[in-house]
């Protein structure tokens, strides 16, 4: 199954929710990345998925994630929005089901972080993905 290559964050998390969909309990993403890994590491820390391993293939390397069972829905924003600090907002309005459900990915000039983290930092950034 060859799967195109245009957006590889989003290509990991579809596969992720298609695995959690089947309730499969592990799901294998490649190619890794730096910015993938802080994905999974946000995710991790929000209780959507268990823990996760990079393991090197040679090539690019892949990622094993173990899943709990919790994403109903997670997906890559495109295009990825600037967002000023006081937009989120309107962002979580559009992408998540309702008021404090869910977390919004956000990539910031201070690394990679939930939205909610970038209010408290009042940093706006680019967003990468939404989960819930």
Do not use: W
């Not at 245009?6 to 592990?26: M, S």
């Not at 998925?49 to 293939?57: A, L, P, R």
């Not at 869910?102 to 201070?110: A, C, F, H, L």
Request: overall charge positive; some cysteine; charged content about 30%.
């Amino acid at each position: 199954m060859k799967m195109g290559m245009t957006d590889p964050i989003a290509d990991a998390l579809t596969n992720l929710k298609n695995h959690e969909n089947a309730a499969k309990n592990e799901c294998i993403i490649r190619p890794a990345s730096k910015l993938l890994k802080e994905i999974l590491r946000i995710m991790q820390e929000k209780g959507y998925i268990g823990t996760y391993e990079f393991v090197d293939d040679g090539r690019q390397g892949i990622f094993k994630v173990h899943l709990i069972g919790k994403i109903n829905d997670c997906r890559a924003i495109k295009p990825r929005y600037a967002v000023k600090k006081d937009e989120f907002e309107k962002y979580e309005k559009k992408y998540l089901p309702s008021y404090d459900v869910g977390t919004i990915i956000v990539t910031t000039p201070k690394g990679v972080v939930a939205h909610k983290d970038a209010k408290e930092m009042a940093v706006g950034g680019r967003l990468l993905a939404y989960i819930y």
